[in-house]
């Protein structure tokens, strides 16, 4: 029998930081994906308003709520219980301390996550540190936010001069200082990520900053391939399960239209015995 898998704490993910271990995360929003992803040993599973995307077929994260985040990081719970789980408040759910404070502990409670995030930079710590004072662990975002995706007028790559270059790096050293435990660090340029990195101590996690941090984090369904259309940049496919699941779905209404499925193999029946009361019974009917 395998050993049952030990989940990481926030203690684990700074001494790996400091340690240099690589650890490897995955976006996912529900049960079965999560399931795989514990399966295959993945360290940590966050559970990223980008389903609105991925899930829902939104054009951007904006319109999810902090009930549907609750209730997708329940069933990724199921899925993974020993799995440690990061779980990202929805836009306008941490507008004010109050509100961050109020829906944060909210989440915490019901979700069963092991941490949350929200998306504040320097500009906004006092959000930060108000939600870790009120005993919440908290992680923070640098670079591309997708919750300023109006602001930036689409999903582009951040930090691309000097002067935004060490704006993301003082952004980073302000979300430690303000008590978080984490930081992703999204869609900037490799160089400005490993500085990020370096200028704190907390954990953190890169997802289209090239190899920054100690651990790498791809939306699950863009890594298996789950989409056969669009691809970001830094996102590589290690499987093709759009084009197994269409395939399978073709031939499936290709049997059926046959009427080659179901088969006897994929059909239930009655034994013989029983049967042969069934078949007289009917022989009853028909002549009365």
Known sequence: MDKKKEKLTI?????????????????????????????????????????????YGHENTLSVTVDQMIQHCRAVRKGAPNTFCILAMP?????????????????MKESGADAIKLQCGK?????????????????????????????YGGFKMQGKNAEDAVK???DAIAIEEAGAVGIEIEAIPAEVAREVDRAVSIFTFS????????????????????FNTFKPKFAKRFGNV????????????SEVKANTFPDTEHSYSMSPSELIKFNQYLEGKRKS
């Not at 108000?130 to 923070?140: C, F, K, L, R």
């Not at 759009?242 to 209404?253: I, S």
Request: overall charge negative; glycine content about 12%.
């Open 11 to 55: 203690l684990d993910l700074k001494k790996k930081k400091a340690e240099k271990e690589r650890l490897a995360m995955v976006a996912v929003g529900e049960f079965l994906s999560a399931q795989w992803a514990e399966a295959a040993g993945i360290d940590i599973i966050g559970v990223g308003d980008s389903l609105g995307m991925t899930l």
């Open 242 to 253: 759009a084009d197994v699941a269409e395939n399978a779905f073709k031939e499936f209404v």
């Open 123 to 151: 500009d906004r710590v006092d959000i930060i540190s108000a939600v870790s004072s009120a005993g919440i662990p908290v992680m923070s975002h640098v670079g591309l936010l997708p919750h300023l995706v109006h602001v």
């Open 91 to 107: 836009y306008g759910s941490y507008s004010t301390k109050s509100m961050a404070i109020k829906n944060a502990s909210k989440m």
């Open 168 to 170: 993301i790096i003082e």
């Open 207 to 226: 997802i289209g900053g090239g190899s920054a941090g100690n651990c790498q984090l791809l939306n699950g369904y863009d890594l298996i391939g789950g």
